[in-house]
């Protein structure tokens, strides 16, 4: 039981990562490899504050949060003046930086010796310790998540990030600010993602680089890609599909360096059937070729 | 500024060159207030190059453009937009998987909603997409389209869609319309329809410029003609005078 509501749990992380990736990739058209980044700032920036300077855990999500919006004004300026591959390759780029962060600022993150301890969030008066209240948080939070994307894509500014996906000449023509809206809807994926990775390092009480590779963020994007971009239900079919995977995997019975193997092969497989049958993703709308 | 207040958009040594190749040559011109200005050629003669960097959408390589005494020369293409200078494109631009009514609706200006903590907390967007709606409404009437406004832009004709792109002009409050191509390749009958719409739109005291191929049409509709060749301004005046010079039929025809 306590198994299952694991993966549960990692399944709504998750749920919250995709989400976050969705509202940029699948709804506005910008492919980003840098989610695993701001999931990483989340994560060491609400771990540093909670352990160094035992701030509660709301006020380290939320510091989380506001750095992961900051860096991405940083990021997003001068990148998002960059058109399709050229952008793609920046965020790439931006990833790299990060980690390299992560994984040499020894004096601030302890670099690979990563930062153990992280104490079990206390909401208010609710200390969440149990698998079970870690899943209603987490829960929650992918509901919030939701909530935003849905707010977002349903109002005239969703309208105006559709155009831009579509054809931002004719958004552009029609008098958009399309840079405002980019950067814009980047800072909100990126505090989406930061949220993610706060609850993450929560829930597993250490953190290491290792979580917030440039493999993370493609894990991500094959989520977003086999759930089905730009669709309501594609983010959690997605995510909670590939975190099953490699537990079901296990049962199997392989020795364990086949699995690991075996499951990269498998992600890999997944994604080219996917792009060849069914580019719009398992409950996607639209593909993400024009 | 001019006598009547109302701001004309002007061009003064216009150049653009592609490859070694003079696109735009020195490109001079003052546009009038109100009136259907027809800007012919033949292909390559600079037309659509004219209209990009009067819209913001290429970087001219020296010369100024204005509207009235506010120079648009840098400016990015949205905030010529917001100026009232609406566009259209020959590769008709529109988003092809969403109802007729969506697009026009993207086109309406200073939407409150489109900011993301409005966005957000919906403070006054039911209200304000009510009357976008109407707005909307009005527009797709105006060009004939009010019964396929439900239907995705991508399923209506050739023609059809060439009137969605000017209600989206019209939606997005455009005083000075450029439109580029807009009876070219058009059914004749609806032809005759789009050019009755522009001499409205012209006696509402719009300017509308056409880059048109289809000369027929330039001879009915245009006040104003203006010919260019090799980058450059060659003739311009009223049609029934520069349509008729040897020099400008040879010029189009070879």
């Known amino acids: 039981m306590e198994y299952l509501l694991h993966i ?3 399944g709504a992380v998750y749920t919250v990562l995709t989400v976050s990736l969705d509202l940029l990739a699948g709804r506005t058209g910008l492919l980003s490899i840098a989610q695993a980044a701001f999931y990483g700032i989340g994560a060491y920036t609400s771990a540093l504050l ?43 780029g931006f990833q790299m930086i990060l980690f390299s962060i992560f994984n040499n600022w020894i004096g601030l993150t302890r670099g690979p010796m990563g930062i153990p301890g992280i104490p079990q969030p206390v909401i ?57 809206f980019k950067v814009t809807v980047f800072a909100v994926s990126a505090a989406l993602a930061a949220m993610a990775g706060s609850l993450y390092a929560h829930y597993i009480t250490y953190i290491d680089p290792t979580s917030f590779t440039v493999m993370e963020s493609i894990l991500v994007i094959s989520m977003v890609i086999i759930g089905g971009a730009g669709s309501l239900w594609g983010p959690l079919v997605g995510a909670v599909l590939l975190v099953t995977l490699p537990e079901a995997l296990r049962f199997v019975g392989l020795p364990s360096a086949v699995a690991a193997n075996l499951r990269q092969i498998i992600y890999g497989s997944l994604l080219v059937i996917m792009m060849m049958f069914r580019p719009r993703g398992l409950v996607g709308k639209y593909g993400f070729s024009k | 500024m001019t006598s ?31 009136g259907i200005v027809a800007i012919i050629g033949p292909n390559g003669a600079g037309k659509t190059t004219l209209l990009n960097v009067l819209t913001g959408f290429l970087r001219a390589d020296a010369g100024q453009v204005f509207l009235g005494d506010l120079e648009l020369t840098r400016m990015a293409p949205h905030k010529i937009s917001r100026l009232g200078i609406a566009r259209t494109f020959q590769d008709l631009r529109l988003i092809l998987q969403v109802p007729a009514r969506e697009n ?13 903590l409005t966005a957000l907390f919906r403070f006054g967007v039911p209200q304000e997409e009510v009357r976008n709606r109407e707005e909307a409404t009005r527009w797709l009437r105006f060009v004939g389209l009010e019964e396929k406004a439900n239907e995705a832009a991508g399923e209506l004709s050739y023609g059809q869609q060439k009137l969605l792109t000017l209600a989206c002009c019209l939606a997005a409050e455009g005083r000075i319309l450029l439109l580029d191509e807009p009876v070219t390749g058009v059914h004749p009958e609806m032809i005759a329809q789009i050019l009755d719409m522009l001499r409205l739109l012209r006696d509402q005291g719009r300017l509308v410029v056409l880059v048109e191929h289809d000369i027929a049409a330039v001879r009915q509709v245009a006040d104003v003609v203006i010919v260019m060749d090799e980058g450059r301004i060659i003739a311009q005046g009223k049609p029934s ?6 020099e400008i039929i040879e010029a189009y025809v070879g």
């Open chain 2, 4 to 34: 009547d207040g109302i701001p004309r958009l002007r061009c003064e040594g216009l150049r653009k060159c592609f490859d070694g190749t003079h696109a735009l040559h020195d490109v001079r011109l003052e546009l009038p207030s109100a």
């Open chain 1, 124 to 180: 208010l008066r609710w200390r969440v310790d149990t698998h079970l209240e870690f899943l209603v948080l987490a829960i929650v939070l992918a509901c919030f998540a939701y909530l935003v994307v849905w707010r977002i894509t349903s109002s005239p500014f969703g309208r105006a990030l559709h155009a831009i996906r579509e054809d931002e000449v004719f958004a552009k023509a029609l008098g958009k600010n399309t840079l405002r």
């Open chain 2, 104 to 116: 026009v609706l993207l086109a309406r200006p200073n939407q409150k909603g489109e900011r993301l």
């Open chain 1, 8 to 10: 549960l749990v990692l």
């Open chain 1, 50 to 92: 909670v352990t160094q300077v035992e701030a509660p855990f709301l006020v380290g999500l939320l510091a989380g949060v506001a750095v992961a919006v900051l860096i991405s004004f940083i990021v997003s300026l001068p990148s998002l003046r960059l058109h399709d591959d050229y952008f793609v390759i920046a965020t790439f």
């Open chain 2, 241 to 246: 005078e520069v349509l008729e010079r040897p």
